[in-house]
């Protein structure tokens, strides 16, 4: 990967993990260990690290960046110089200057990942596709939670995940694994 490649992580807050502990059903178990290692990864590399985090002006949301559960994840804490966008919608490039960020750096390709893959993952990556920049997805380091169906129960995390990263794939960017992306990656000497 060269300099016109960047890595965005998206919205890999304390909620998350909050969600987790109390139990609710999620795929990817790894995630926070393949978020670290893909954060390493383009550090060690020099390539950028982007983040952006939701601030809901809800007041009853725990998605809010005055409390401990809007704060980053420890797999996911920004490094000094790294930019923080945040968001009160879904998608990372709503009202965040994020997409001039990207054009005055020069990026054109991102590899993207974070929570939740059906809500801000999905809505940040077809935005970055519709806005012209190449995307790639990083399908072990999303977490996807199971969600309510609407005409009654569960659907399952896994199924989730899946639905969601199978229409990415066929129309708005590239699904690939951790050890695909970190692969890639070059280190200087």
Known sequence: MDQGWALLVVDMQ????????????????DAEDNTAGL??????????????MH???????????DLP?????????PLEGEPVFWK???SGFVGTGLAEELQVRGI???????????????????SAANL?????????????FAMPARNGGDLDAEVVLEVTLSG??????????????????????
Do not use: W, Y
């Open 55 to 65: 601030d809901d002006p809800r007041t009853e949301s725990r998605f809010r960046r």
């Open 132 to 144: 012209g920049f190449a995307v790639e997805v990083v399908e072990d380091a999303l977490i996807a």
């Open 88 to 90: 009160t919608g879904s």
């Open 108 to 126: 054109q390709n991102l590899v993207i990942i974070g929570g939740v893959a059906a809500f801000c993952v999905n809505s940040t990556a077809r």
């Open 168 to 189: 990415l794939a066929a129309g708005f960017g590239k699904v690939l694994p951790t050890q695909e992306v970190l692969a890639r990656l070059t280190v200087p000497a």
């Open 39 to 52: 954060l390493a990864g383009f550090r060690a590399a020099g390539l950028p690290v982007l983040h952006v």
């Open 14 to 29: 304390m909620e998350m993990a909050n969600a987790t502990a109390a139990g609710r059903p999620r795929a990817n178990p």
């Open 69 to 77: 559960s809007g704060q980053p994840m420890p797999c996911a804490q």
